[in-house]
Antibody, heavy 120, light 110 residues
Framework: EVQLVESGGGLVLPGRSLRLSCAASGFKFDNYVMHWVRQAPGKGLEWVSGISWNGGSIDYADSVKGRFTMSRDNARNSLYLEMNSLRTEDTALYYC?????????????WGQGTMVAVSS | QSALTQPASVSGSPGQSITISCTGTSSDVGGYKYVSWYQQHPGKAPKLMIYDVSDRPSGVSNRFSGSKSGNTASLTISGLQAEDEADYYCCSYRSSSTLVFGTGTKVTVL
């Protein structure tokens, strides 16, 4: 079964850090672009970042550039999002999603998300 | 990064057809053949319904179709069914090497 499972979310103070993980199974992970997409409570979807199959290309939304770092470990079939200098506006459900091509907006497999709450 | 513009809500009766618009600029929707559409039911992850403006993934009903004219992409749902009631989002490549979603549209089946 093709599956993405996110973990690592939680409640964190503003200015602190958090690392999200996404475990992939059921498909050849190292063949595909991967993305993080977030959704604030009651709000719409926001693309956060994307990484090429080998990690050689990574792009970020302006809202997280310089604070978030995306990476992958193809040997572990895992995706990561290191989030630093967290702000209250980063509060959201974070999804990892499988892409179909570099910076193509087609995400054909999604996880169920992990919730990040930034609050004092 | 400004989101693509979608109507907040669209409604229709069972069996009818509805169309959801997604308006951007020549730097995103109008400049590339890379627009996708997602359906999201409450409490669920989004589901890819259309990619590359008008292509349907395997398993998606042919009642869903996509098109584009200028800077506006559209999703049409024909033969509206109760199960189509959900939020819908468009997404496009943007020339600044980013991806951008639309503001989202709530579809109500009357």
């Amino acid at each position: 079964e093709v599956q993405l499972v996110e973990s690592g979310g939680g409640l964190v103070l503003p200015g602190r850090s958090l690392r999200l993980s996404c475990a992939a199974s059921g498909f050849k992970f190292d063949n595909y672009v991967m993305h993080w997409v977030r959704q604030a409570p009651g709000k719409g979807l926001e693309w956060v970042s994307g990484i090429s199959w080998n990690g050689g290309s990574i792009d970020y939304a302006d809202s997280v550039k310089g604070r978030f770092t995306m990476s992958r470990d193809n040997a572990r079939n895992s995706l990561y999002l290191e989030m630093n200098s967290l702000r209250t506006e980063d509060t959201a459900l974070y999804y990892c999603a499988k892409g179909t091509g570099w910076l193509l907006p087609a995400f054909d497999i999604w996880g169920q998300g992990t919730m990040v709450a930034v609050s004092s | 990064q400004s989101a693509l513009t979608q109507p907040a809500s669209v409604s229709g009766s069972p069996g009818q057809s509805i169309t959801i618009s997604c308006t951007g600029t020549s730097s995103d929707v109008g400049g590339y053949k890379y627009v996708s559409w997602y359906q999201q039911h409450p409490g669920k992850a989004p589901k890819l319904m259309i990619y590359d403006v008008s292509d349907r993934p395997s398993g998606v009903s042919n009642r869903f179709s996509g098109s584009k004219s200028g800077n506006t992409a559209s999703l049409t749902i024909s033969g509206l069914q109760a199960e189509d009631e959900a939020d819908y989002y468009c997404c496009s490549y943007r020339s600044s090497s980013t991806l951008v979603f639309g503001t989202g549209t709530k579809v109500t089946v009357l």
